[in-house]
C-alpha cells in the first residue's frame, strides 16, 4: 500500500483543500479501474490551488489533474505526488457575459462538459453542440481539444486561464493558441478556466441537434461500458495526408472480440477497449501493446494510444 510521507502535509495543511490518501482514483475514471493515488487533493478556492501548485513545485512532488477520466487509465501500482480534483463549486461555475456579437461563457475547469453544453442549449446559445455525447471536463476537454466528426472544443474557444508551473496565473487568447487534432500548445499544467464564444440561436432546434448527434454516437459506439473511449488516435495516412480511422484498421486486422483478461476489444467500434468490473489496468495495456504489434503487421500504421496512462515517477513502483 502507499504511504505519504508526514513532511507532505506542510504542503497543504493551512490550505483550504479536502484531502485524502490512499485514494481510489483509478475507480473514478470511465474504465472504473486501477491503482490509488498517494494523495487526492481537492482545494476550495483558486487561491489554494496556486498556494499548493507554488509549494509542490518548490519541493519537487508531480502534480497532475484528474478532470471527469474519461481519457485516463491509472497503473495498477497507482501513482504518487498529488492528485488534484477540481470538483468543488469553486471550479464548476459558469459565468455568461453578453457581448455585441454573441456571448462569452466562462466555465471553470472542473464544471461537466455534458452540463454546461445543455446549459447553453437551454439558453439558446449554439457552439458547443458538436461535444454531444463526448464525457468530459472542460479542462480536460480543452486540454486535449476534445471533439469528434462534428467539431471540436478548440473552435470555440475564445482564451484559457492557467496556472503555469511557478504557480502563476497566465491568460492564453486565443490568438496564441494551436489546438489541433486531439492536442494543444498550452505549455502549462493546471487549467483553471476556459472562456468559450457562443451564439444566439433557435434553443429547439439547438436541443433537436444535440439529440441527432448524441443518437448517432450511442449508434456507433459501445456507450453504455466501461471504456475510456477511442483508445488509439487516427493515424495520418503519409500519402494522402488524412488521419485514417484507427477503429477501422483494428477491425481490418481481425481484432473486434478479442480480449485479455478483463479487458476486450469492442463488437461495435474496435477503437473502443471495454472493461469488465475485475480488470486490471495491466489487462488494458497488454491489449493495446497486442492491438499495436498486430495492426503494424497488418496494415503498416503505428498506433500511437489517445488514452492518457499514469504511472509512479518514483523507483519504489
Ligand atoms: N469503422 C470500422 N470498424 C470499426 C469502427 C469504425 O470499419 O470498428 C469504420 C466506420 O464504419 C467508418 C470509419 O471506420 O466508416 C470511421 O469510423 P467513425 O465514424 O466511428 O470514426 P472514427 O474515426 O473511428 C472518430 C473519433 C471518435 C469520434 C468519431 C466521431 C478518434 C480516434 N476517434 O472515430 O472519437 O467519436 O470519430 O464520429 O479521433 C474519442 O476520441 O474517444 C472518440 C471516440
Redesign the pocket.
Known sequence: MSTVSPSASILFSDLDVGVETDAPIGSMTWYGIGGRADLLIRPHTVEALETLCRRARRSGVPVRVLGSGA?LLVADEGVDGIVLRLDHDAFRTLQYEPTPDGMLLRAMAGADLARTLMDAARRGLAGLEALAG?PASIGGAVRMN?G???GAIGGVVESVACLNRQGDRVVYPASELRFD??STNIPDPIIVSATLRLQESDPIALRRRVKEIFE??KA??PLAEHS???S???PLDPVTEE?V????L???AGL?GLSIGGAAISR?????IVVDPGATAGDVRALMQHVRKRVLEHSGFELEA?VVIWERTEDSA
Open positions: 481519457n463526448i476534445a469528434g466528426r462534428f487534432y486531439r448517432f454516437k456507433s459506439q475510456a473511449g477511442c488509439f488516435k487516427n488521419r480511422s484507427a477503429g477501422r483494428i477491425d481490418a473486434k461495435q467500434h474496435a477503437n473502443f489517445e
